[in-house]
């Protein structure tokens, strides 16, 4: 190879990347993240959802224990499960909203509770509640 060819090759080598180049990149690279967040999103909310019917599930748990040790039956509220050592703390749905409780319940079990979250949009009696009675 002769010196002029050399420098040819070594000054495309070096020459880097277009704007063009760089721009359809970075295209690509917001298109994979577009997709993958809107999976990631959607997989947050279930689990969400999931986590706020195990809290229900834990409260249920709760009550079954001081039922069986209280003649009264039903705490008032949430908070006499608390103040009675049954829970650790007040709980929460995902969202970190207070659940809604009422004991006894009126649907189904008339010896449990009815345990209600308001759901993502935070409004009781919505289509996204997460009710106890529907587990």
């Not at 224990?65 to 709980?91: F, I, R, W």
Request: charged share 25%; with cysteine; hydrophobic share 35%.
């Amino acid at each position: 190879m002769d010196g002029n060819m050399r420098k040819r090759i070594a000054r495309r080598s070096t020459r880097g990347m277009t704007l063009v180049e760089i721009m359809v990149v970075v295209a690509i690279i917001g298109m994979l993240m577009g997709t993958v967040g809107v999976y990631a999103y959607g997989r947050l909310e279930k689990a969400r959802v999931n986590d706020t019917k195990m809290v229900i599930h834990n409260i249920e748990q709760a009550l079954v224990h001081y039922q069986t040790d209280n003649t009264d039956g039903c705490p008032k509220a949430l908070g006499e499960l608390v103040s009675q050592k049954y829970m650790a703390k007040e709980p929460k749905d995902a969202w970190g909203q207070s659940l809604m409780f009422v004991c006894p319940g009126t649907h189904g079990n008339q010896d449990g509770a009815d345990i209600w979250s308001k759901g993502k949009d935070k409004v009781d009696g919505s289509t996204d509640d997460i009710k106890s009675w529907e587990l």
